[in-house]
């Protein structure tokens, strides 16, 4: 569904990393409803009293098995989204988001139960899982929150526009298969939303740039990379080659000064998730122009 508001002005850009209380409060609201339609009886059910099968959502396991897969839940003794409970973290919030999704299924009736005035219920979980992730995305959308709840179930960080085609659009197929692979993790790590994980993107991804740096032709490294920037520029433009060798020593340093590749106290860290946005973008898009011009590495 897109609101009149999108329609006349445009989505609002989906920046923001932290889960306000406005989006809280709505996400709250469709656990709340899920669980009083009887959704997550599809993984939790209440039981009819005569065994004639569910009748909604045994709404205390569905809260255990949620504290079982968000471990700071468990010190809470009621269900988080009780308007007495504090707003959890972000991560947490993602978490249960995965939780609800794994659990709910779409309920129809099946039969009316008159001795004890109940629906037995039947579940259709693509319809359900489809319906909720809909219903998590829009809110997520008119937030302008950076994640959106993918068709697997998982949540994923939209990355910066400048980017997010790209990586989106990425496969690595160079005949070095330890390459390939450092390049896909950096590539998965960066849409993490966790920012910690994000930042392992980072190592990850120089890393895979030192590899690479051995790819090219020649007796050794500082041969074989410059044989590579070269190819990248090509013969009639001497011009760009020289600022790719200086982008190319530019984030070496880069790497080896800042707690990216090393760890020691001297070395000064990424302060910020927008740093890290800034920093992977610029070196992945050296690293792919540099693949796609050297079609033999």
Excluded at 7 to 14: H, L, S
Excluded at 147 to 158: P, S
Aim: glycine share 10%.
């Amino acid at each position: 569904m897109t609101y009149f508001s999108e329609k006349e002005e445009g989505e609002r850009p989906r920046e923001i990393e932290e889960i306000g209380d406005g989006a809280w409060g709505g996400i709250k609201a469709l656990i709340i409803a899920r669980t009083e339609d009887g959704s997550f009886g599809a993984a939790y059910p209440n039981p009819c009293p005569d065994g004639n099968g569910p009748i909604g959502t045994d709404a205390d396991a569905f809260w255990k098995g949620m504290q079982g897969d968000v471990p700071n839940f468990q010190e809470l003794k009621l269900p988080v989204w009780y308007d007495a409970i504090e707003m959890p973290r972000t991560l947490d919030i993602l978490d249960m988001i995965e939780f609800g999704w794994r659990c709910v299924g779409k309920p129809s009736h099946v039969g009316y139960h008159s001795y004890f005035k109940h629906h037995h219920l039947r579940f259709d979980v693509e319809a359900g899982r489809d319906q909720f992730r809909d219903d998590i995305n829009r809110i997520l959308r008119r937030n302008g929150l950076a994640f959106e709840l993918k068709e697997d179930g998982g949540i994923e960080r939209l990355v910066p526009p400048v980017l997010r085609e790209e990586l989106a659009s990425a496969h690595f197929h160079t005949r070095d298969s330890e390459m390939n692979r450092m390049m896909e993790a950096a590539r998965r790590k960066f849409l993490d939303p966790d920012e910690a994980v994000r930042r392992e993107a980072l190592e990850t991804l120089w890393d895979a740039w030192e590899r690479l740096k051995t790819l090219g032709p020649g007796p050794d490294k500082k041969a074989q990379a410059t044989a590579l920037l070269n190819a990248t520029a090509g013969p009639s433009s001497p011009l760009l080659g020289q600022a790719l060798e200086r982008e190319a020593k530019e984030l070496t340093w880069i790497g080896n000064n800042m707690q990216i590749r090393h760890s020691e106290k001297s070395k000064e860290r990424v302060a910020r998730g927008e740093h890290i946005d800034y920093l992977f973008h610029r070196l992945f898009g050296l690293i792919q122009t540099i693949l796609r011009m050297n079609k033999g590495v």
